[in-house]
């Protein structure tokens, strides 16, 4: 029966020491999702005019992908930017994620960016008015920033819930070996010190 128990013990400290890193991953971007009502945490600029956060139905758009509250991205003729700077782990993935919702009013536009490197962009986009997630793999350099330009003259175009987390690491199978063989000398000498009682 403590064999058994042992055994337990160890294949769940085994998970959990190779899920812990990204089981609790925080978003490293604040107010990724807007919810205290405005931008604050970002730095906002060019053409800013029609940009807002708002709650609830908004031109085509019925409520926010999570939470209470979605930014509306509108200037007319220029862009505006929204960015933000975190510090991370130079070297290390992230995943730099965000909801866009819009219907490919004409003429419009929308890109995101990594450190200056646009990662998506487009003329005129459209999800057809849902939700939709784009997610993109990068590397952390210590200190990055991410930014958004849009323009939407006809209307607006829909944001929630921006974020950069750590990117889930596959363990190799030479470090997974090692923790194994760890853990079953572990369980060997707790195994021999119960049996000599």
């Given at each position: 029966m403590?064999?058994?128990?042992?055994?337990?013990?160890?294949?769940?400290?085994?998970?959990?020491?190779?899920?812990?890193?990204t089981a609790f991953a925080a978003n490293l971007v604040n107010n990724g999702s807007f919810e205290t009502g405005d931008f604050t945490s970002w730095t906002t600029g060019g053409n800013f005019e029609d940009t807002e956060v708002v709650s609830g139905p908004f031109y085509v758009y019925t409520a926010a992908q999570d939470g209470t509250f979605y930014a509306v991205l509108g200037p007319v003729g220029s862009d505006g930017t929204l960015s933000q700077s975190f510090s991370d782990v130079a070297g290390h993935p992230y995943t730099f994620s965000f909801w866009m919702a819009s219907i490919g009013d004409n003429p419009s536009d929308f890109s995101a960016s990594w450190d200056g490197t646009q990662v998506f962009g487009e003329t005129n986009p459209t999800t057809n008015g849902a939700w939709t997630l784009f997610s993109f793999q990068e590397t952390g350099t210590g200190s990055d920033t991410i930014s958004f330009a849009f323009r939407d003259d006809p209307a607006y175009i829909a944001l929630d819930n921006v974020s950069v987390t750590p990117s889930q690491v596959v363990p190799e199978p030479s470090s997974l070996l090692l923790l194994g063989s760890g853990l079953l000398t572990v369980g060997g000498v707790i195994r021999r010190k119960l049996t000599n009682r």
């Open positions: 403590r064999q058994k128990a042992l055994l337990a013990v160890a294949a769940l400290v085994a998970v959990l020491l190779v899920a812990a890193p």
